[in-house]
């Protein structure tokens, strides 16, 4: 590939024109981001899954140092299957001060402000580093970064500050809640319901963990929050079951029924423990579920586990996004993204991208070019803080 210069819109109508449905590949795009950054003498690293179908991709740009800024986006975006939409999807289309496409807003507009940023930064010769990551499978749980993360430290030298480009109408996002996911299975013992004290009812057992839920949400709801669950709405971690299936007739004690938990954790709080809580009501209906028969039983599965994003206290990231924005809001956002597991692993983390997350997922999605070119102005004011070698 020649070395093009592409503009940030240029950079967008590319990634979006690769419909990378968190389900399939991504290595179309990652194979164009590589060789476009290649063509500018940028290595890039990559970090498959375990199908070698995905991979994530992080380069850095910029002297041997420590002490780089990262800039964190993800290649996936949610499905379009089912819904109206106006244009195609995987073309950028310019309409009403609004460009249109899956992905503009969450969140290819930011991956191409940062690919545009990283090439601007190696011809400039910053005398800070820029480092890209771009994670796979966000969208189903931000499973892709954690390896990611983990290579980088191994591979590059480490950068003290990472701004995840979520979408936050550029205001600079501090915390937001963790998630857990868990598939629960139950293994009950077939009877007839006229006989049923000698069967065991998958249902009614699995009632019993529903209820510890709703029980849970009321004491929790009802308990005065800690400083940082003052900032969430609720002010608590919830417990939800949104999916549940078992049984197969009126008359038949219900042999299987599997639910979902949904969690989504205080980053106060760790995700970990309120798994070993679950497990231990867990354990309890199993005790007695065995004692009318032996052969039942309940598994469960981890389906995501997404750590919270802490505030920080006088963080670097916030600080690098607060003098250039001016923003000086306290934010907190409902979704998870990879900003916790980039804490977990000593980064200084803020989430400032542009776009709003109402336009996120949507028929139509859009971002707004004013947020668009208020992104890029943010990289440019960035990248003349990052000093000229
Ligand atoms: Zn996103």
Redesign the pocket.
Known sequence: MAATHLDPLALMTKLISFPTVSRDSNLPLVDWVESYLDSHGIPAHRVYDETGEKAALFAHVGPDVEGGIVLSG?TDVVPVDGQAWDTDPWTVIEKDGKYFGRGTC??KGFDALSIWALVEAHHRGVTRPLQLALSYD??VGCLGAPAMIDRMVETLPKASAVIVG?PSMMNAVTAHKGGLGLNTRIKGYEVHSSLMHTGVSAIMYGARLIEWANQTNAASAAAEPSPVAAMFEPTFTTVHIGTIEGGTADNITAKDCRFSVDMRVLPDESPERWREIYMEQVAGVVADMKAVHPDTTIEVDTTFWVPGLRPEEDGEAERIVRQITGDNGEHVVSYGTEAGQFQERDYSVVICGPGSIEQ?HQPNEFIEVAQFKAGAAFLERMLDTMGRA
């Open positions: 993800h969450d969140m966000e969208e979520e996120a």
